[in-house]
């Protein structure tokens, strides 16, 4: 049985990055692998009226379908067979909830530079907060 793989993606030079390194390591990794994005409506739920706020989560749903079928095809085009997940809400949150969902074995993520702190400045605010919570590995990028 091949290892539960999750990578969180988005439209960030991280991500692209982090798959870059995914695909130039194909032979190391399981053809399935989990693609997971993430629309953060954190700002949406506070800054958007509530008439408008279905409309964008309906736009936002689209553009991270969008994205995730754009990604999914340097996947399948290395070999991997992608399994491509879209959640709303934040990043954080999401991932946590998937990893136990899916009882997920490794975690793949990207560290974005800046953010608070010296930890957000080496991991990126997102990964940093996964790192300490997650149960499974992680490996970063």
Not at 41 to 48: E, G, K, N, P, T
Not at 70 to 82: I, V
């Amino acid at each position: 049985m091949s290892p539960r793989i999750l990578i969180p993606v988005d439209e960030s030079p991280t991500s692209q990055h982090t798959i870059d390194a995914i695909i130039a390591n194909r032979e190391l990794m399981p053809a399935k692998v989990y693609l997971l994005h993430v629309v953060d409506v954190h700002l949406i739920q506070r800054l958007v009226p509530d008439i408008q706020k279905n409309m964008i989560y309906e736009a936002s749903e689209k553009a991270g379908k969008r994205l995730l079928d754009k990604l999914a095809g340097r996947f399948y085009d290395a070999g991997f067979e992608p399994q491509l997940l879209l959640e709303l809400g934040t990043p954080e949150a999401a991932i946590l909830k998937v990893v136990e969902e899916l009882d997920i074995q490794l975690l793949i993520i990207g560290r974005h530079p800046g953010g608070g702190g010296f930890r957000d400045i080496m991991f990126g605010s997102v990964a940093s907060f996964v790192i300490r919570s997650i149960k499974c590995p992680v490996l970063l990028f």
